[in-house]
């Protein structure tokens, strides 16, 4: 899973703060929708990635 292409994809801007070394860091931005878009896509990811486990939906706010 590449969790910067999916915060890119769900709207989010991606920073590159710094690089040290072999160790870049990044800072992510973005609405609270695009926040949306990329936890709902993190949980896709991950039942595609293990398809045995069990999900439990929580109601939106």
Request: glycine share 6%; proline share 5%.
């Amino acid at each position: 899973m590449d969790i910067i292409e999916i915060a890119t994809k769900a709207g989010m801007q991606v920073l590159v703060d710094a690089r040290i070394g072999r160790e870049t860091y990044h800072s992510v931005c973005g609405s609270l929708p695009a926040l949306q878009r990329f936890a709902d896509a993190v949980c896709a990811a991950m039942s595609e990635e293990l398809p045995g486990a069990a999900t439990k939906e929580e109601p939106r706010k």
